[in-house]
């Protein structure tokens, strides 16, 4: 044998034999993730973690874990597993040096993971969630597989059943057989729309024998205006919407324009990045249009405290605070509230990490004011808009654009005002009810440097009924300082205890920088315990144009009218300008009086970085969120999306895709949908439902053999189609359409269905329910009146939200409670009233009217048993009224209604019982 043959075998050898080491020895490399951090978690974090980090060793990060422990020496030795002390604690034979501490010895096996896990350099690795998700291969689907397929039935109808199929193949499991038309019509209609199908849709699909039909119908069910009205409701809970304020006065707030806004964005099939830019940072984007502004209400929902003796400042932080958390948990999945008094205990989140996001929503103009500003003012009186108009042009006209774009702006928003909280040093004086200014009769207040450069007037608003003038005093720098000018406030009919006020506007001199304004009041005519005034706001303005002109007075008395104008008001978010901005701060412990290290607006390093081009703010913040860079945000939609459809998510932990969450029960599945969302479909909902729906996996039947219940009870291998309760404001609505009563009026204020008297009694509040007249009662649950305090109390019966904070995830139960209300509130008493005399209508036997009722009700064909049971229940009960005809008529006139004047009382009331009933069976409350 030649020396090149031996140079040449040699070398084959040498490479084969390193490959068979490399390869042997990537399959015994511990995986962190998988492996140790489960480890770790459940047993070493609690002492050495986020918050507590006994003997100075934390196991969070990687440089505190290697670094020096309070002994001096580090406790972990990469390499070097036998000479390192947290190793060596786990099997010490003293109970007292043993870890963990006062607990059960690790297993065996954890010891020996964790062992060798040190001694191959104790790497840290990243959690599935943090790390940018990438396009899986699809499984078996090749070339190889379709020679296969030939020579059986494919049961895959798009790439989720292949991923899907594959799982069930590894657990030895068959999917199901496709459902029956008219239970799929109806699962699909739910889905996309929340609504079940007409008697018309039903009949028309299962005349249908196109291969189509089924497509056909669900493009027609996205293309629905019900179907934003179905997905926006999934939408609210995030969002926290409600009608009221929160806490315990929990007054009205004017919000609704937002909840018409997600019903819009659904609509429109809006991109999911473009939809989270728009409500965290729609003011912000170029030129923005009412709408966006309204978007931006998404983080207005958060409570505000109305009560007399809050401190403004205190809440305006707890809405700082909620507005971290919700922004995380709503696009991010993660429990970032953790953060907010240390570092996180499982996840690679610092506590500076959470002051850094609320950098991002420090700046806004909203300080837990009653009056719920800034809000966005839409003139809606055409004299008022034909004011606006007039002035705008006339301002355009002789002053420029900038100058008119200027005046639009503030008449929309009435910003930056000063509020009265700003002011300290009270002498003779107060904040009235902790809101107003209140300061009597040589009385005075300080507000504390005021940025004066280029402001040449004051707006005040202020209510004066005490019968005479009040002189207010503005001295610089002092009490005894200069009197920049003396401001008389003449008596009004607005103001004083309310929102409504009066508006003046004032010259002042030429000032620049910042300066302290010491205000002093004075009204010898007041009783000395009496406020001279009360003064909602000031603000400080450059000069309204066209001082000299004759048309000068006539103009600005024509601005002022506007700026008094009664409007229809949305809260919105708004930057404060430079001369008012915050600094964001650390709290120490999450104590918001105990401020520490100034930190700029930023996202986790764990988690990346901002975009090259995104500015530090919401915008940036925005930006990043809905950027392919992001690791969570598709994975999270995705996953949210599939849980509505499916009753559990890929994750089941909506709430929580850290260490401390559920691990993808198909992860490459989650993955596949995740970058496709994002590049095929371009962000849009609309295409990622219908690619979920129309899956042979979704299509499935949902009924479940002993087989599948022993290996998959919760259906998380999806062997079987979805079946799972709807919600509260589904099971509504569907009583509603199938008796014939529901409204499909959309958008306006929210109104108030039928509700039980006395539940709003509230203190501090003058609010009542006041039941809404005709249509209104029966419009979809969407639109009810949402008050935090006292929900609407089927909502909450049927696990509804109070919405006082974000809620990821709705936790189906099943109380009798639940049963109590669907055979009993007169809203569904009502609903079977009017589907009894659908029955009459059907005509033909008895048999033909309970047999018809229940096909259009439930999609399906009644059972012969089914049909005797009801039959059996009418025979009773018409025989009972027959008897009673007194019971008959009160069961009637629980809900009078002078549309039903039946001929025949026994008969309706019987019927009205077989209608309830079916309006209780499993089979209606559920998606099948």
Not at 457 to 468: C, D, P, R
Not at 707 to 727: C, F, I, T
Request: hydrophobic share 35%; aromatic share 10%.
């Amino acid at each position: 044998m030649n020396t090149n043959k031996l140079l040449f075998i040699s070398s084959i050898i040498t490479i084969g034999g390193y490959s068979v080491y490399s390869f042997l020895g990537e399959a015994n490399k511990v995986n962190y993730s998988t492996e140790v951090k489960p480890i770790l978690n459940k047993h070493c974090i609690a002492c050495h973690g986020g918050v507590k980090k006994q003997g100075g060793f934390s196991l969070l990060f990687r440089e505190e874990a290697l670094g020096k422990t309070e002994s001096g020496k580090p406790a972990i030795i990469p390499g070097d597993a036998k000479h390192s002390e947290f190793i060596i604690r786990l099997t010490h034979k003293d109970p007292e040096e043993r870890m963990p501490l006062k607990k059960e010895p690790l297993k065996k096996e954890e010891i020996e993971i964790l062992t060798k896990w040190v001694n191959q350099g104790a790497n840290w690795g990243e959690h599935w969630a943090f790390v940018k998700p990438e396009m899986p291969k699809v499984p078996n689907k090749g070339f190889f597989a379709g020679l296969l397929s030939l020579f059986s039935s494919k049961w895959e109808k798009n790439d989720i059943d292949y991923f899907v199929k594959n799982k069930l193949d590894e657990e030895g499991l068959s999917p199901s057989k496709q459902a029956e038309k008219s239970i799929l019509l109806r699962r699909v209609f739910l889905d996309l729309t929340g609504l079940p199908p007409t008697e018309k849709q039903i009949q028309d699909f299962l005349k249908d024998d196109a291969d189509n039909a089924y497509e056909k119908v669900v493009d027609s069910l996205l293309a629905s205006p019900q179907y934003g009205e179905r997905w926006a409701g999934m939408w609210l809970d995030m969002a926290r919407y409600s009608d009221t304020k929160g806490y315990e006065k929990d007054e009205g707030r004017n919000i609704w324009q937002y909840r018409d806004y997600v019903i819009k964005a659904f609509n429109k099939d809006l991109p999911y990045n473009q939809f989270i830019k728009e409500q965290l940072a729609g003011d912000l984007l170029k030129n923005p249009t009412e709408e966006q502004y309204i978007a931006t209400a998404f983080h207005r929902n958060t409570v505000n405290n109305d009560e007399g003796g809050t401190d403004d400042e205190e809440f305006r932080n707890a809405t700082m605070v909620d507005r971290v958390n919700t922004t995380w948990e709503v696009f991010q999945s993660t429990t970032f509230a953790c953060v907010q008094c240390h570092s996180h205990p499982y996840d690679p989140i610092r506590h500076e990490d959470y002051y850094k996001s609320m950098a991002f929503f420090y700046n806004t103009r909203d300080e837990d004011i009653p009056d719920d500003s800034p809000y966005l003012r839409q003139f809606t009186k055409p004299e008022d808009k034909a004011k606006l108009t007039d002035l705008q042009h006339w301002i355009k006209n002789n002053f420029g654009t900038a100058k008119e774009q200027e005046i639009s702006q503030y008449l929309t928003f009435l910003e930056p005002k000063i509020h009265p909280h700003s002011g300290d040093q009270f002498i003779n004086g107060a904040l009235a009810d902790t809101k107003y200014l209140g300061i009597r009769n040589g009385g005075s207040v300080r507000f504390k440097s005021l940025p004066l450069t280029g402001k040449r007037q004051l707006l005040v608003a202020y209510g004066n009924k005490t019968g005479s003038p009040t002189l207010m005093e503005i001295h610089l720098g002092s009490l005894t300082g200069k009197v920049l000018t003396t401001i008389k406030l003449d008596t009004t009919q607005k103001g004083g205890w309310t929102n409504s006020w009066d508006y003046q506007l004032y010259d002042l001199p030429v000032m620049n920088g910042r300066q302290d304004w010491y205000l002093t009041f004075k009204n010898a005519k007041v009783k000395p315990d009496q406020s001279t005034c009360i003064i909602g706001s000031f603000t400080l303005l450059p000069e309204f144009p066209g001082k000299g002109r004759a048309d000068y007075a006539e103009k600005k008395k024509e601005f002022l009218a506007l700026v008094s104008a009664n409007t229809e008001n949305t809260p919105v978010m708004l930057d404060s300008p430079k001369e008012y901005a915050r600094q964001t701060h650390v709290w120490e412990r999450g104590n918001w009086l105990a401020k520490t290290t100034f930190v700029q607006p930023d996202i986790p390093a764990s988690l990346g970085k901002l975009p090259e081009n995104a500015p530090k703010n919401r915008l940036g913040l925005a930006m990043w969120l809905g950027s392919k860079e992001n690791p969570l945000t598709a994975r999270v939609a995705v996953n949210r999306f599939w849980e509505q459809i499916f009753g559990t998510g890929l994750v089941e932990t909506l709430e929580d895709f850290g260490t401390q969450g559920f691990t993808p029960t198909n992860a490459d599945l989650l993955d596949f949908l995740a970058v496709k969302f994002m590049d095929e479909y371009q962000w849009k909902p609309k295409k990622l439902l219908k690619e979920i729906v129309m899956s042979a996996t979704y299509q499935q039947d949902s009924k479940a053999n002993q087989d599948l219940l022993d290996k998959d009870p919760m259906n998380r291998l999806l062997a079987r189609g979805p079946r799972v309760r709807l919600s509260a404001e589904q099971i509504r609505d569907q009583a509603l359409l199938v008796s014939g009563l529901l409204s499909q009026k959309m958008y306006g204020k929210s109104v108030m269905p039928y509700q039980p008297d006395g539940i709003w009694n509230t203190p501090y509040s003058s609010m009542a329910w006041k039941t809404s007249e005709n249509e209104d009662q029966y419009r979809r649950a969407l639109y009810t009146y949402w008050r935090r305090s006292t929900p609407y109390p089927s909502m909450i019966t049927f696990d509804g939200a109070n919405r006082d904070i974000c809620l990821a995830r709705r936790i189906r139960t099943n109380t009798p409670l639940q049963a109590l209300v669907t055979l009993n509130d007169p809203v569904y008493l009502e609903c079977a009233k009017h589907l009894a005399k659908k029955m009459d209508k059907v005509g033909g036997t008895l048999d033909e009217q309970i047999s018809n009722t229940y096909q259009f009700t439930m999609c399906k064909t009644i059972s012969e048993k089914k049909l005797a049971v009801l039959k059996k229940l009418y025979s009773t009960t018409f025989q009972t009224y027959q008897k009673n005809r007194t019971e008959a008529e009160k069961l009637l006139n629980i809900c009078p209604d002078d549309n039903i004047k039946p001929k025949n009382i026994p008969d309706l009331a019987a019927k009205t019982l077989v209608a309830s009933t079916l309006l209780n069976l499993d089979e209606f409350i559920m998606k099948e």
